[in-house]
């Protein structure tokens, strides 16, 4: 005659229910479940990992656009003061030249 046996057990987080048959063969059946609370986590954690990547390359390219402006806006200034400075320096020389006084 076949005996079947079963246990269940459950920890709250996973299950497991054993069902052993001897009908002259010894089989066993294992069946395990879990909550799907470990995949809910690691979604979470995937998510989280992606937003602070995201943020710092974000900040990145923005940084990087600022120092752009400034080293533009640098050279800027200085080609002003350079023509600034040669237009003075042509008002001086116009200034002492014998023919202009």
């Known amino acids: 005659m076949a005996t079947e046996r079963?246990?269940?057990?459950?920890?709250?987080?996973?299950?497991e229910r054993v069902v052993?048959?001897?009908?002259?063969?010894?089989t066993t059946?294992?069946?395990r479940r879990g909550s799907g609370m470990g995949g809910v986590l690691i979604g979470l954690a995937v998510l989280a990992l992606v937003a602070i990547v995201a943020f710092f390359l974000l900040s990145q390219s923005r940084n990087?656009?600022?120092r752009t402006d400034a080293?533009?806006?640098?050279?800027?200034s200085v080609a002003?003061?350079?023509?600034?400075?040669?237009g003075a320096v042509g008002d001086a020389a116009q200034s002492v030249t014998p023919g202009n006084q």
């Open 6 to 15: 079963m246990t269940e057990r459950s920890d709250g987080v996973m299950s």
């Open 29 to 31: 059946y294992v069946e």
């Open 71 to 76: 080293v533009t806006s640098a050279a800027s």
């Open 64 to 66: 990087d656009a600022i």
């Open 80 to 86: 002003d003061s350079a023509s600034n400075a040669a």
């Open 20 to 26: 052993e048959r001897d009908a002259g063969g010894g």
